[in-house]
């Protein structure tokens, strides 16, 4: 019963490090891709009401 036991929990193990693996690359990528774009120059068009021009 210990070898199933130990293979449990090796299961658990690689699962929970593969998950924070996960966590962060993603996290990583969507601090980058947040940074990016903030710090791009051009000021993107805001639109307040976006059926402006269907009323004119």
Not at 10 to 25: D, H, K
């Amino acid at each position: 019963m210990n070898l199933n036991d130990d293979d449990e929990h090796l299961i658990e193990t690689l699962f929970r490090n593969g998950t924070i693996t996960v966590v962060g690359v993603v996290l990583s990528f969507s601090l980058g891709f947040l940074t990016q774009w903030a710090s791009n120059p051009c000021q993107a068009k805001r639109r307040i009401d976006p059926l402006a021009e269907l009323k004119n």
